[in-house]
């Protein structure tokens, strides 16, 4: 046991040092307990009600736990779920922050990456990134293939592990002290920029006025830098360090030349933070999914899209495939290649493979030749899906019309496919679930 006395300074706080950095503990004498485990790590708990327990400018409640690991790994625990991870310079004011399962879109790849750091991602992917849709008579706009979700305007049925906060922009005076202050009560911020300020999206291309939304989870005084993560230009998922004064830049002259930055979307400031709840599961909604994939029809899970698109409007499940043909057929030589609805199909193979993965481990799965046949079409259309992706990849750098007619054949094979295999997980639900 550290004698919590020796620690305390004057101002009633702990400094605990860890790989030459040090994390701040604030507390009493008869508040904090510190304890050395067997394998090396540090055990720190908040005894008492009324101290206020905090790490690197975030404060941690009664119920919640903080080991120190051996490897200079920070985990605060509530109960046996890790809810926060520190293992940077002790500068960073920074949350939980992990490597997403699926990349689609920024908002969407945010919150995985948030409840990833968590360890709260999986139920929540498994019980959506099933249902695939694309817009019909609008290819290659700016959105126009994705997975569907649950209702976006009703937090609880969207993602229950999630609160939401909108502010408006205008309300916000002094944004490097709001963003710090939201950070530091564990509020992460999904906010429009112009990105002609974030030298990190750009490939090489020339730089020009772009608006975009991007989440910010920390921040460092020291170093006068903010956290920000969005796909940059290498077209990798990452977080990145943006000084103060560009990340002001960026924030304001998104507003400020009609001409060049005016989009209508993401006005509003999106504030999010985990809460206590944990999502399990669903097997009934995993049922409605296959129906509406095999069916083509979205009709069974809620979502405000009901009201603003008129079905003929979108192709969903297997009608997806047939669409992405009709937009490859509209391609001439000179015609953008738009990868996006291809990584939507290969995605799709991903989630699935990792969703009867996980059934299997949690015991939804149980006869072990239904686990066989489901995992080997998986991986048959996750290779014909592969090899889908790579096919665009070889027309974006040889520009061959007979690559995109190779294209065009191969959705027909990994369409069929696409149907067993949701067939496969519809019958793993009828069989096995008990509450379908």
């Not at 960026?250 to 930055?261: F, L, T, V």
Request: aromatic fraction near 14%.
């Amino acid at each position: 046991m550290i004698n919590i006395l020796e620690n305390l300074d004057s101002n009633k706080n702990i400094t605990f040092n860890y790989n030459n950095e040090s994390i701040r503990i604030s507390g009493v004498e008869n508040g904090i307990c510190i304890s050395k485990k067997s394998d090396g790590s540090v055990y720190i708990k908040n005894e008492v009600d009324y101290i206020d327990l905090w790490i690197n400018g975030i404060k941690y409640e009664k119920d919640e736990k903080i080991i120190i690991n051996i490897d200079d790994r920070v985990e605060i625990k509530r109960g046996e779920e890790i809810i926060d991870s520190i293992n940077e310079d002790s500068n960073n004011i920074k949350l939980p922050w992990g490597e997403p399962m699926v990349k689609t879109y920024p908002y969407f790849t945010g919150i995985n990456s948030i409840l990833k750091g968590y360890d709260k991602d999986e139920a929540w992917i498994f019980n959506n990134y099933f249902l695939i849709w694309m817009l019909r008579f609008a290819h290659f706009s700016e959105y126009w293939a994705d997975f569907k979700f649950g209702n976006e305007e009703k937090q609880e049925n969207f993602c229950m592990q999630l609160d939401k906060e909108v502010i408006k922009r205008e309300e916000v005076i002094e944004p490097i002290l709001f963003i710090k202050k939201c950070i530091e009560s564990r509020r992460y911020i999904f906010i429009s920029l112009d990105m002609f300020y974030i030298p990190e999206w750009w490939s090489g291309e020339n730089k020009k006025h772009t608006k975009h939304q991007s989440f910010v989870s920390g921040y460092n005084d020291e170093k006068q830098v903010l956290f920000i993560s969005d796909f940059m230009g290498n077209g990798k998922y990452q977080t990145v360090q943006v000084g103060y004064e560009n990340f002001l830049k960026a924030y304001d002259d998104w507003k400020k030349d009609e001409n060049q930055c005016r989009v209508e979307y993401g006005n509003d400031i999106w504030l999010l933070s985990v809460n206590k709840k944990k999502e399990q599961i669903d097997i009934k909604r995993i049922f409605d999914w296959c129906v509406d994939s095999l069916e083509g029809t979205d009709t069974r899970i809620e979502n405000y899209l009901w009201w603003s698109q008129k079905s003929y409007e979108v192709a969903y499940g297997k009608n997806y495939f047939d669409e992405y043909k009709k937009a490859l057929k509209e391609m001439d030589d000179n015609s953008w290649f738009d990868g996006r609805p291809v990584h939507i199909i290969n995605e799709f193979g991903k989630v699935m493979y990792k969703r009867i993965e996980y059934m299997i481990e949690q015991g939804i799965i149980k006869n072990s030749r239904t686990k066989n046949k489901a995992l080997q079409s998986i991986a048959r259309y996750t290779e014909k899906s592969e090899k889908l992706q790579n096919m665009g990849l070889k027309y974006l750098m040889q520009r061959d019309a007979i690559m995109v007619e190779k294209m065009i054949n191969e959705l027909d094979v990994i369409k069929e496919d696409y149907k067993k295999v949701v067939k496969q997980v519809m019958q793993v639900c009828k069989k096995d679930a008990v509450n379908v």
